[in-house]
């Protein structure tokens, strides 16, 4: 701790108890200064600190050892309730959950397109104001607000720097919430929010590193580490979709040619279908959509099962890059695309099992969020969690 005074020393062994309660409780107070050397004096101290801020609560006596029973530390999961937002391309949606994560209350609203960077925050706002109307949370009980933004955001600032799918530029969202409801905001890249979200509520146990990969309309990825998010030095990181697969391949609404974005999302799919169709003489009496592909491959036709196959593979390679780039532990794929896993999810194994450069990597862990379509915004709500258990150093 050469690096830190009195208080920076505190508050870096309050977020240690915290989070070894978080994770283990219940657990007493000696059994969190055996577990991370901390003296009991300090331990003892903080933890009152933490009970007095009604963070922390006691339970009745613990397992004897011998002695006198321990009181036992729980975490008040209703101590603070978070408001979360997940500001898609179509709907915007809100809920208010607590420190647990549990849901409260939720509400959405659908964009009216094409829409303005003021219409935008308006929507965003009501949406807000809808969804605490129907708490009965006072906006003093009420710790922040998290919110999940697609395409690139400046996490400084909480600007969304480029909408992609609503043609919308620097957007202030941190600004403008924070007017209006005079409570702490953070934004953050939808992708990266999704894979925080994944580390606090996916129940992946203690991991070093892992990536979280959302395919939906477009294709994103959250990379954490040692339970933190990485941005890189201009808060692109993660942006997977914008990795090159084939270099003569469809042009990308980046400009570039064979994006995995130009594969991986549900209009690539149902786009990949169409020409499928076409080459064999055939047609659609219906507009395709990612959803309709994947209904249709499950009815047995072999058109569209191999179109999901392929798209799978297509996944697979842009996953084996991400394993030779950042060699995770674990990586978690989300968004409406997953809903095709029973197709899809095989040909991503087999193609990094067959290209992953060592056996471990071959083997690296990938699985559907247990989440489902929760995961986007249970990541903007745990935007505001690092406040509390991992406050910044």
Request: include cysteine; charged fraction near 20%; aromatic fraction near 4%.
């Given at each position: 701790?050469?690096?830190?005074?009195?208080?920076?020393?505190?508050?870096?062994n309050?977020?240690?108890?915290?989070?070894?309660?978080?994770?283990?409780e219940?657990?007493?107070?000696?059994?969190?200064?055996?577990?991370?050397?901390?003296?009991?004096?300090?331990?003892?101290s903080?933890?009152?600190?933490?009970?007095?801020?009604?963070?922390?609560?006691?339970?009745?006596?613990?397992?004897?050892m011998?002695?006198?029973?321990?009181?036992?530390?729980?975490?008040?999961k209703?101590?603070?309730?978070?408001?979360?937002?997940?500001?898609?391309?179509?709907?915007?949606?809100?809920?208010?959950?607590?420190?647990?994560g549990?849901?409260?209350?939720?509400?959405?609203?659908?964009?009216?397109?094409?829409?303005?960077?003021?219409?935008?925050?308006?929507?965003?706002?009501?949406?807000?104001?809808?969804?605490?109307?129907?708490t009965?949370?006072?906006?003093?009980?009420?710790?922040g607000?998290?919110?999940?933004?697609?395409?690139?955001?400046?996490?400084?600032?909480?600007?969304?720097?480029?909408?992609?799918?609503l043609?919308?530029?620097?957007?202030?969202?941190k600004?403008?919430?924070?007017?209006?409801?005079?409570?702490?905001?953070?934004?953050?890249?939808?992708?990266?929010?999704m894979?925080?979200?994944?580390?606090?509520?996916?129940?992946?146990?203690?991991?070093?590193?892992?990536?979280?990969?959302?395919?939906?309309?477009?294709?994103?990825?959250?990379?954490?580490?040692?339970?933190?998010?990485?941005?890189?030095?201009?808060d692109?990181?993660?942006e997977?979709?914008?990795?090159?697969?084939?270099?003569?391949?469809?042009?990308?609404?980046?400009?570039?040619?064979?994006?995995l974005?130009?594969?991986?999302?549900g209009?690539?799919?149902?786009?990949?279908?169409?020409?499928?169709?076409?080459?064999?003489?055939?047609?659609?009496?219906?507009?395709?959509?990612?959803?309709?592909?994947?209904?249709?491959?499950?009815?047995?036709?072999?058109?569209?099962?191999?179109?999901?196959?392929?798209?799978?593979?297509?996944?697979?390679?842009?996953?084996?890059n991400?394993?030779?780039?950042?060699?995770?532990?674990?990586?978690?794929?989300?968004?409406?695309?997953?809903?095709?896993?029973?197709?899809?999810?095989?040909?991503?194994?087999?193609?990094?099992?067959?290209?992953?450069?060592?056996?471990?990597?071959?083997?690296?862990?990938?699985?559907?969020?247990?989440?489902?379509?929760?995961?986007?915004?249970l990541?903007?709500?745990?935007?505001?969690?690092?406040?509390?258990?991992?406050?910044?150093?």
């Amino acid at each position: 701790m050469q690096r830190g005074t009195f208080k920076l020393m505190k508050s870096v062994n309050k977020s240690i108890i915290l989070n070894k309660i978080r994770k283990f409780e219940p657990i007493s107070r000696a059994q969190i200064a055996k577990d991370t050397k901390l003296t009991p004096p300090t331990v003892s101290s903080i933890v009152k600190e933490l009970i007095d801020q009604q963070i922390v609560l006691e339970s009745n006596r613990g397992q004897s050892m011998g002695g006198r029973k321990p009181t036992m530390l729980h975490i008040n999961k209703t101590a603070f309730y978070i408001l979360g937002v997940d500001a898609g391309p179509e709907q915007i949606e809100c809920i208010v959950a607590d420190l647990a994560g549990r849901i409260q209350a939720r509400h959405s609203f659908t964009l009216d397109l094409p829409v303005t960077n003021d219409a935008f925050l308006s929507y965003l706002k009501e949406c807000i104001h809808q969804v605490l109307r129907q708490t009965n949370k006072d906006i003093e009980e009420i710790m922040g607000i998290g919110v999940a933004m697609h395409g690139v955001v400046n996490v400084e600032t909480g600007t969304s720097l480029f909408a992609p799918n609503l043609n919308l530029t620097h957007i202030p969202i941190k600004e403008m919430l924070e007017q209006e409801f005079h409570v702490m905001v953070k934004v953050e890249n939808d992708a990266r929010a999704m894979a925080l979200g994944e580390a606090w509520f996916g129940g992946h146990g203690d991991l070093d590193s892992m990536v979280a990969v959302n395919l939906g309309r477009g294709v994103g990825a959250g990379i954490v580490t040692e339970g933190k998010l990485f941005h890189g030095a201009q808060d692109i990181a993660g942006e997977i979709g914008h990795m090159t697969i084939d270099i003569n391949g469809d042009i990308c609404e980046c400009g570039n040619r064979g994006c995995l974005q130009t594969f991986a999302t549900g209009p690539a799919i149902a786009e990949r279908a169409h020409r499928r169709l076409s080459q064999n003489g055939q047609s659609a009496s219906f507009k395709l959509t990612g959803e309709s592909v994947f209904e249709l491959a499950k009815a047995g036709n072999q058109i569209y099962i191999d179109v999901l196959k392929e798209t799978g593979d297509c996944i697979g390679v842009g996953l084996t890059n991400l394993i030779h780039m950042i060699n995770p532990e674990k990586i978690i794929l989300g968004g409406g695309v997953m809903n095709s896993a029973s197709f899809i999810l095989p040909a991503i194994h087999e193609r990094i099992k067959r290209c992953a450069l060592t056996q471990d990597a071959k083997e690296t862990k990938v699985a559907v969020t247990k989440l489902g379509s929760d995961a986007t915004i249970l990541g903007a709500v745990s935007l505001l969690l690092t406040e509390i258990f991992d406050p910044v150093i």
